[in-house]
């Protein structure tokens, strides 16, 4: 009896196993000609950084990232004062260049992993290390390790903490850096002067006035400070931090962010309610995907009141696969360009062996090109992260 049992138990692992490469393998065919096109795109790139444009309002550096907060607009009963909130309206005057700049580095260094991931083909590797060391090694033209002057407010604030989430981007640029850093292509001095970085920019993240601020607050701000620490500790192996934030899931996000019905009630309180639940699933999701292990699977972690990221899964898919059942008002703005190819669906998928999530992702737009999603979906390129 014991034998079977175990036999049994063999079966289950191989065919979970199975599975999960096999949604690999279906991501790698959806993806693929997409990749190797966009690759060839960024082959042909320049470095853009964020000293390649400045504004006359912030109060940082030519080397400083500066952007100001989406939601604030004049006022009209003194437009020459501070500006005063509106939520959800974004202010399409504010300056964003260097979060621009940012996005299509992402974009860039996403790309070429992703076809070297494919091809191997170190010539997409050392395009990336031109990217890499104008953003992070050339002194001309790098940007300084923290968020100080982020989503500033004319009038009121310099810079605040809420900017943080605008490093989301960097993500996919740590996990490119994983995927490629082994080959010949990636010299060595310029990946410890990169990694250096980012260990700068961690500590900043743990240590400054806006990072602590950040970390502690209570809505997806606090999720996307987790997911992108993870992102870049995975990039330094930074054990001791890695292990506090499996612990933070666990203990505080997890427990504090979601109902027992698998909803976010911070979010759904916006006026954007379904597009920050998507965003803070996407960002639980990659928490998930980034910190777990074979000893500390956070795809199985569960509450003990029953929170779970496949109970967050399980809420929201139905709202993602027919929008006309969302239960709220319309998001103020936007509202028609969600759902896309949500990492939430092929991430999920790829955890549970879920071919419904997966083909939902597929069915739905894989390359938006509307800037407020785009600014709401770091992780664009699914197949370095599997």
Known sequence: MKKISLSFAFCLFVFSCFAQVNIKQQTTAVLKQQILAEADWAMKQSPVTITAESSSRSAGGKHDFFSEADYFWPNPANPDGPYINRDGETNPNNFVAHRKAMI?????????????????????????????????????????????????????????????????????????????????????????????????????????????????????????????????AKLCNDQSMLDSLRLRYKTVLLPNQMATDGSFPLELARTKAYGYSIFNLDAFTMICQILSTPKDDLWKFETTDG?????????????????????????????????????????????????????????????????????????RHPLIWM
């Open 104 to 232: 299509r580095f992402s974009t860039i260094i996403g790309a070429l992993a992703s076809a070297y991931q494919l091809t191997h083909d170190e010539k997409y590797v050392k395009q990336a290390v031109v990217h890499l060391k104008a953003w992070f090694v050339n002194p001309e033209t790098l940007m300084n390790p923290n968020l100080s002057f982020a989503q500033a407010v004319k009038g009121s604030s310099t810079g605040r903490s809420w900017g943080i989430i605008d490093t989301i981007h960097f993500m996919e640029v740590a996990q490119g850096i994983l995927v490629m850093e082994k080959t010949k292509s990636f010299d060595k001095q310029s990946l410890t002067t990169i990694k250096k970085w980012f260990a700068d920019y961690i500590l900043w993240l743990n240590t400054s006035k806006n990072g602590v601020a950040e970390k502690t607050s209570k809505n997806n701000h606090s999720a996307c400070w987790v997911m992108q620490v993870a992102s870049f």
């Open 307 to 379: 929170k779970s990221i496949q109970k967050g899964i399980n809420y929201l898919y139905p709202f993602v696969a027919d929008k006309s059942k969302w239960t709220l008002k319309p998001d103020v703005m936007f509202w028609d360009n969600w759902p896309v190819a949500q990492p939430f669906l092929v991430f999920g998928a790829h955890a549970y062996q879920n071919q419904n999530w997966f083909n939902m992702w597929k069915k739905l737009d894989l390359k938006p090109t509307n800037e407020e999603v785009i600014r709401n979906l770091p992780i």
